[in-house]
C-alpha cells in the first residue's frame, strides 16, 4: 500500500502541488551570533552587502571551504515562513545553532524534481554542511542516492524513509530518517473538540497518503473516545481527501459548503488545504483545527491545531549529531511518548477543555492505555476500518 499511495502522491506533486502553503525562489543565510566568526559575507553593515548576499542567494549558491555553513536545511519548494515542515524543521535547527555557536543557512530548490533536491543538496554540502536537514516525504529518493554519494554528510529526512525509485528501501547510518505517529495528533484535536462541545466535525485531508490517513483515523477515534466518556450521542464527521496540498476554489467551497450545512469545526490537514478551509470559515464565522504546526497565528478562526513536534525532532538530531549519538540506519518515531506530537494549548481558544484535561488523556495516550485502530491495505475509506464506532457517524465524500 505504501508503495501505491506514494507513487501517485509523488505523481500529484510533480503535477505541481506541495505541502507548502506558498513558495518562491531564493534561500535566506544565516551566520552564528556574533562571537563566532562567520563568514565574511554574512557580516551585514550595510544594505548594499545584503543586497548581495541576497542576490547570491536568489542561486541557490553559496562559498565553500573550511568557512561555510556547517548545519544546513533543504526546503521544498514553500517557503521557509510557510507556518508548516520548513518553518517548523529551520526553528528547531536554528535554535541548536544559535545555542552553540554553530554557522548555519537554508536552500531552495528551484524545482520539485529529485534531480533539484539532489543538485541542491550537493550546493549545501559544498558550502560546508556535515548535517543536511531535508523535511518532507518528497526527499526520500534524493536521500536514497545521497547517502551513498556523499557518505561522510549526515542527514535528517522528516516525514519520510530513503528508498529509490522502485521503492526498495535502505537507510544508511549516515541517515536518520524521522517519522511521526500522526493519529496521536489527531486523536487529541478531535477529542478536545468533542470535549469543548463540538459534535458537527470535519476533516478535510489533503492527498491520500500515509500521514494524512493518520491524522484522519485518529480525528475519528478521538471524537469517539470523547463521545463515549461523555455519553454525548450523535456526533457527525464529515471526512473528505481534497487529491492535492493546494488551496484551491473547489476546497474552499467544499469547506463553506458543510459549514453551510452545520458543521462546526473542519479539520483543514493538507498543507495549504488548510488556507481554504480558513477562508471558508471567515466567511461563514465557523471554526478551524491547524496542522503540523501551531497555525493559530494564521486565522481567528483557528481553534487549535494538531502538532507534529518538529523543531523538537531536528533539535534533537542535531544535538544528537553534535553529541555523537547519532541515530543513523534506523527510523526514529516520534509520539506522545517522547513529546513528539502534541496540540499547543497555550494559543489554543477552548472554552470548556482545560490543560488538566489535556494532561490526563495525553498520559494515556503516553502510557499506552489507549490503542488506536490503522488503517487497512489498500483503503483510505475509515468507515471500512473503524467499524466499531458508536456514538460518531462517518460521511466519506469521495
Avoid at 563568514?39 to 548581495?52: D, I, L, T
Avoid at 536545511?73 to 544559535?98: C, H, M, P, R
Wanted: glycine share 10%.
Amino acid at each position: 500500500m505504501k508503495k501505491r499511495i506514494l507513487a501517485l502522491a509523488l505523481a500529484a506533486v510533480m503535477a505541481g502541488s506541495l505541502t507548502a502553503c506558498s513558495g518562491s525562489s531564493g534561500t535566506d543565510t544565516k551566520a552564528a551570533p556574533a562571537q563566532t566568526e562567520a563568514p565574511a559575507s554574512e557580516s551585514k553593515p550595510e544594505a548594499k552587502e545584503e543586497s548581495k548576499a541576497e542576490d547570491a542567494a536568489k542561486t541557490a549558491s553559496s562559498k565553500g571551504g573550511a568557512e561555510g555553513y556547517e548545519l544546513a536545511l533543504v526546503t521544498d519548494l514553500g517557503t521557509i515562513d510557510d507556518k508548516s515542515f520548513n518553518q517548523g524543521a529551520w526553528e528547531g535547527l536554528k535554535k541548536y545553532a544559535e545555542e552553540n555557536s554553530i554557522s548555519y543557512k537554508y536552500y531552495q530548490p528551484q524545482e520539485g524534481t529529485t534531480d533539484s533536491y539532489l543538485e541542491t543538496i550537493g550546493l549545501a554540502i559544498e558550502g560546508g554542511a556535515k548535517l543536511v536537514v531535508c523535511p518532507s516525504f518528497l526527499f526520500e529518493e534524493p536521500i536514497y542516492m545521497a547517502q551513498d554519494k556523499y557518505p561522510d554528510v549526515h542527514f535528517i529526512l522528516l516525514d519520510g524513509e530513503p528508498h529509490d525509485a522502485d521503492y526498495n528501501y535502505k537507510t544508511n547510518d549516515n541517515v536518520m530518517p524521522i517519522l511521526f505517529q500522526e493519529d496521536q495528533a489527531g486523536f487529541l484535536a478531535d477529542y478536545a473538540a468533542v470535549k469543548d462541545g463540538y459534535t458537527k466535525l470535519g476533516f478535510m485531508g489533503g492527498m491520500a497518503v500515509p500521514a494524512v490517513i493518520r491524522f484522519g483515523y485518529g480525528f475519528v477515534q478521538g471524537a469517539e473516545f470523547a463521545a463515549e466518556e461523555d455519553s454525548v450521542t450523535g456526533l457527525e464527521i464529515m471526512y473528505n481527501y481534497t487529491g492535492a496540498f493546494s488551496a484551491t476554489p473547489e476546497a474552499q467551497s467544499m469547506a463553506a459548503s458543510w459549514y453551510q450545512n452545520g458543521t462546526e469545526v473542519i479539520f483543514g490537514c493538507g498543507g495549504a488545504v488548510g488556507n481554504s478551509v480558513m477562508a471558508a470559515a471567515q466567511e461563514k464565522n465557523a471554526k478551524v483545527i491547524g496542522v503540523d504546526v501551531d497555525q493559530s497565528a494564521e486565522s481567528e478562526t483557528v481553534i487549535t491545531s494538531a502538532m507534529k513536534l518538529l523543531s523538537n525532532s531536528v533539535y534533537d538530531g542535531v544535538k544528537d549529531f553534535y553529541d555523537g549519538s547519532f541515530p543513523g540506519g534506523k527510523t526514529s518515531v516520534f509520539t506522545v511518548a517522547n513529546n513528539g506530537v502534541g496540540l499547543p494549548m497555550d494559543t489554543s481558544k477552548f472554552e470548556k477543555f482545560s490543560q488538566e484535561q489535556y494532561d490526563a488523556i495525553y498520559k494515556k495516550l503516553a502510557d499506552g492505555e489507549i490503542t488506536l485502530v490503522q488503517f487497512s491495505a489498500d483503503n483510505n475509506d475509515p468507515t471500512k476500518d473503524l467499524t466499531d464506532l458508536t456514538n460518531t457517524k462517518v460521511t466519506f465524500v469521495e
